[in-house]
């Protein structure tokens, strides 16, 4: 059904107060938006963190009957074993890596960078995290799961 589009909105951003010397990228669960989580995100930040919370582009889920909602990639099953959707989680990790590069290409370093995520935004996070090519600073997946678990640990880079 739907697919995860290799375009997204603007995110939105919560600037550092002081140097920026970090940031988080925060991605937020089927059917939120990156405003749902960027209030918190500031209440919990440190002067120095920049964070990032972007926005899924809004797509039918299967798991939903098709209805539009915004999400990452689409849902088909919530058996642990049932199908997953492939190429909507690697569009979508690409979208999030292209938002690491971003915050490199503006001098944070990748050991500065920590992905984290609620729902299917942390199933995205665990999966971004372990299939990039540099080491991040971490990563924190709230309520998720590993998505495409069997390609692990291959694909760990």
Not at 25 to 35: E, Q
Not at 36 to 48: D, L, R
């Amino acid at each position: 059904m739907g697919k995860a589009s290799s375009k997204m909105a603007a995110p939105v951003v919560v600037n550092a107060t002081a140097k920026h010397t970090a940031t988080i990228i925060f991605l937020h669960g089927l059917g939120d938006t990156g405003h749902g989580w960027a209030s918190a995100m500031a209440a919990i930040g440190s002067p120095h963190i920049k964070f990032i919370c972007p926005t899924a582009q809004v797509m039918p889920v299967s798991l939903n009957a098709g209805f539009r909602m915004p999400s990452w990639f689409d849902l088909k099953s919530l058996d642990v074993d049932g199908p997953e959707d492939t190429d909507g989680i690697r569009k979508a990790r690409d979208l999030i890596h292209r938002l690491i590069d971003d915050e490199v290409k503006n001098g944070i370093t990748h050991d500065r960078i920590l992905l984290g995520g609620f729902s299917q935004g942390g199933a995205l996070a665990l999966y971004s995290t372990f299939t990039h090519t540099h080491t991040l600073a971490g990563v924190i997946g709230m309520s998720c799961w590993l998505p495409l678990r069997q390609e692990f640990p291959q694909v760990c880079k």
